[in-house]
């Protein structure tokens, strides 16, 4: 039977009803459904699979029910799969998650009738080296930050671009984003906004204690390297804001394009500016 998978936001009300009812229409169109243990709290009228495990249950269609947030756990469970998400707003911005919940059966019915479109969104590579070797490495579709902890002080970075110096500074922190991240922190500390489309990664300094350093957009293809050379207890690497790393001086962050990239439907052509006036009051006075 083919499948469907279903990642859920904790603590929703509206799931109580509409995840029993999304497993029946679901089962009378044919598909099985597949609830992550969040969904698992709602019905027992499906199977229930760990996060991490959804993949190679080999899911046609991921649907998101939440937040920005969810969209960003399931985008990094699915990325190496590339199955595509539809991804419902139940949060609060919802910038990524643009489908508004009365209309969640349209939409299905208009991928079941393959009357949809695939938007390709870029992730970002990156690895943690430390003392000489890869410690860590993640996919992220937002951005990966390096922030400090607890202590109101700053930390020393270097940052070079394909092996060029491109800056050393004191800050808070660095922000790598991409294009769809430009709208989320990148964005709160002075990045620029960038349409999705654009094959570019963002590097944000974090608050730097400079007066003339600025954001900065480079190629997608661009190597990235960012050195931590002194911080404050605490300092953390953090991914998609959501997984975090306690970083070390002499730790290496590198970073690129990732090879992946997020698939997610939509049923007609993006809308990015609608979305930036909607969701960010942009543009208005």
Same mark, same amino acid.
């Given at each position: 039977? &083919? ?19 999304? !497993? ?13 243990? @969040? ?9 229930? %699979? ?9 899911? =046609? ?11 960003? /756990? ?13 991804? +419902? ?9 643009? +489908? ?5 059966? #349209? ?36 951005? !990966? ?28 922190? +660095? ?6 991240? #430009? ?13 999705? /489309?654009?094959?570019?990664?963002? !590097? ?21 390297? +960012? #050195? @931590? ?6 300092? !953390? ?12 001086? =002499? ?10 990239? %997020? ?11 609608? %979305? ?7 543009? =208005? &006075?």
């Amino acid at each position: 039977m &083919r499948r469907i998978a279903i990642i859920s936001k904790p603590q929703k009300e509206e799931l109580t009803t509409l995840l029993p009812e999304l !497993v029946l229409w679901l089962r009378a169109r044919g598909f099985e459904p597949i609830l992550d243990p @969040v969904g698992g709290n709602y019905t027992r009228e499906a199977r229930i %699979v760990p996060r991490p495990e959804l993949p190679a249950e080999q899911p =046609e269609l991921v649907i998101v029910l939440g937040g920005d947030g969810t969209l960003l /756990a399931a985008s990094r469970v699915f990325a190496k799969t590339g199955t595509p998400i539809l991804s +419902v707003n139940l949060g609060s911005l919802g910038f990524l998650t643009e +489908v508004r919940l009365e209309d969640l059966y #349209s939409h299905l019915e208009g991928w079941c009738e393959s009357c949809h479109t695939i938007e390709a969104r870029t992730m970002v590579h990156s690895e943690l080296w430390r003392d000489g070797r890869m410690h860590a490495e993640h996919e992220a579709l937002n951005d !990966v930050v390096i922030s400090k902890g607890a202590i109101a002080r700053m930390g020393d970075f270097r940052i070079t671009v394909d092996g060029q110096l491109a800056a050393a500074f004191r800050a808070d922190g +660095v922000i790598v984003a991409t294009p769809t991240g #430009s709208t989320a922190y990148s964005l709160a500390a002075d990045g620029p906004i960038l349409v999705p /489309a654009v094959d570019a990664l963002i !590097v944000t300094p974090v608050c730097p204690h400079q007066l003339t350093l600025r954001p900065i957009v480079v190629h997608g293809g661009t190597n990235i390297v +960012v #050195s @931590v050379e002194s911080i404050p207890d605490q300092t !953390v690497l953090t991914i998609d804001g959501q997984e975090a790393i306690a970083l070390r001086p =002499e730790d290496e962050i590198r970073c690129r394009r990732s090879e992946l990239t %997020v698939k997610l439907v939509r049923l007609g052509p993006p809308d990015f500016f609608g %979305v930036l006036r909607a969701k960010l009051k942009w543009g =208005e &006075r």
